[in-house]
């Protein structure tokens, strides 16, 4: 037993000093960050959205994190500019997502404004892009008769219709496009802001 405390409390130490150099470190550093000049806070319908994309596992094959020119091609895929700290000032917890099955939607509402789209692309992936391999989510909507006031129809197109039947979103769906479509970080930021101190190859710190 003597000889096993030094060992265990060395251990505990090593965790200790792990734990707060990788986690407690960082954690204060990037707290001090300001939101970006240009970022709004979420509104109380795009936060319950927001809840949702990680419940239903958005951030699985989603990443939330434009690269830089010299790590990845996003900016020539439309996806924009390399992200930076200030554009997460908002975000708890972050969802930036490391697997891209599907593209980077950080700039989503810029890319693709148009509420309607997102929700005929929630319902039914493949009624928008016939190769798509996104899953669908209906229920997240409701098929009705006829349409009450105040209802949501999504559009469909002619091979996707129900016959006698309208679709309409359900709240969930359409908190879930508010905060997609508030996913816009193409606000300009100082070139030295998008610096990657850990990634120095190229142009990549100029």
Known sequence: ??????????????????????????????????????????????????ALYSSLGCVYCHSQQPRAPDQAPDAERGWGRASIAADYAYDS???????????????????????????????????????SIMPAYPFLFEVKDRASPGDRVVWLPEDRRIPGKVVVARPQARDLVAYLLSLDRTYPVPR???????????????
């Open 192 to 206: 030295s802001a998008i610096r990657d101190d850990g990634y120095s190859r190229g142009g990549a710190t100029q």
């Open 93 to 131: 917890p972050h969802l930036m997502g490391t697997m891209r099955t599907g593209p980077d939607l950080l700039n989503v509402g810029a890319r693709l404004p148009s509420a309607s789209w997102q929700l005929t692309h929630l319902y039914q992936p493949r009624a928008v892009s016939a190769w």
């Open 1 to 50: 037993m003597n000889r096993s405390l030094p060992l265990v409390i060395l251990a505990m130490a090593i965790l200790a000093f792990a734990t707060v150099m990788l986690v407690v470190a960082p954690k204060v550093q990037i707290g001090r960050e300001p939101a970006a000049a240009g970022l709004k806070p979420y509104t109380t319908e795009q936060l319950r959205g927001r």
